[in-house]
């Protein structure tokens, strides 16, 4: 596979996890609980992590949240991100109590006075700052807007910056991509916001950041799901993984069509799950019959070509055995482990 040439911006660092410049793309998500739940949050942050997200984002949105930030930044696994709007004490609240980076939309923070005290803290903790300007909270064109903050920010000498430019229309967000990468360096957080529904919302998302990373855009994703965030870091890295710019497991296979005879759709959503857990960037092809079984089989890692109730397993290219289709998962799991 062709390697995609990234677009080369500053590396900032999110906690342990370092984005921008040469850096692997990270996967970020945001907690759906209360964040006063500090338990199920830190629930759903692990449920995160162990599906592969490398950066979490909370929502801060007062005082009783903001202790339990605290304590959530304590025992979180993944770097934790402050999501803020309004109030900027909660802003040095966050950045007080640790936050690995705090996301703002500066046009919701009234008064540049408060802006000045939100930078002095971060300067003073070394905390990066997100500048997310979303087209659900404005008229004016993101790229425009986005550079007016820049300016701002950088007139106070602060530059530890993230800038995300977000509309849930893929053109306008490929639009405001274009423009933003001809005026800043700055690592972008790419998404497509309120992008819907498990299967649209993902869909919609692949299509918008399959776009931007293609073109070598992009340094941290979320896909935004009306969903469990757990599948909005499946979705991340499925997108990642089209494109050849993450190392995990792919399952190739057929359509099925009227030639299968085996349990084709079953047998591949099976061998998907249980290649989730195995952190081994391999390909294994499940395929319905003999016209393009084989040839897709001995290409990838390993490989099934279903026969009738039975099917042969390929590795690295070599028929190895035919098996009854009952014993096909637990024999293909056999040779890959
Ligand atoms: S590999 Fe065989 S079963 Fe699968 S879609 Fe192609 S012809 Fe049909």
Do not use: W
Request: hydrophobic share 40%; charged share 20%; proline share 5%.
């Amino acid at each position: 596979m062709p390697q995609i040439k990234r677009v080369r911006t500053k590396t900032i660092r999110i906690g342990s996890v370092p984005i921008g410049g040469k850096n692997p793309i990270a996967i970020q998500s945001m907690t759906n609980t209360f964040t006063t739940d500090i338990r199920a949050t830190l629930g759903q942050i692990r449920a995160c992590a162990e599906a592969g997200c490398d950066i979490i984002r909370v929502t801060v949105p007062d005082q009783k949240a903001l202790e339990a930030f605290a304590e959530i930044k304590k025992q979180s696994p993944l770097p934790v991100v402050a999501d803020i709007h309004f109030d900027h004490r909660l802003a040095i609240g966050a950045i007080a109590a640790g936050a690995d980076k705090i996301r703002i939309n500066p046009g919701n923070i009234p008064g540049r006075a408060k802006l000045k005290e939100i930078i002095a803290a971060a300067r003073k903790h070394h905390t990066p700052i997100r500048l997310g300007v979303n087209a659900g909270s404005t008229r004016k064109d993101l790229a425009a807007l986005a550079v007016e903050y820049c300016t701002f920010f950088e007139a106070q000498k602060f530059t530890n910056l993230v800038l995300s430019l977000k509309s849930s229309s893929v053109p306008d967000t490929l639009a405001a991509h274009a423009k933003i990468l001809a005026k800043r360096n700055y690592p972008l957080h790419i998404g497509i916001t309120e992008a819907g529904t498990a299967y649209y919302g993902a869909i919609k998302s692949a299509v918008g950041l399959g776009a931007l990373l293609s073109r070598g855009i992009g340094d941290t994703l979320r896909v935004s799901l009306t969903a469990d965030p757990v599948k909005e870091v499946t979705a991340a890295r499925y997108i990642l993984k089209a494109l050849g710019l993450i190392k995990c497991p792919e399952v190739i296979a057929c359509p099925t069509c009227g030639r299968t005879q085996i349990d084709i759709i079953g047998l591949a959503n099976t061998v998907e799950q249980k290649l989730q857990k195995l952190n081994k960037n391999i390909t294994v092809a499940v395929m319905g019959c003999v016209v393009n079984g084989p040839g897709e089989a001995a290409r990838a890692d390993y490989g099934i070509a279903g026969g009738k109730g039975q099917g042969i397993i390929f590795a690295r290219g070599r028929k190895l055995k035919t098996v009854p289709e009952k014993d096909l998962v637990a024999e293909l799991f056999k040779l890959i482990n």
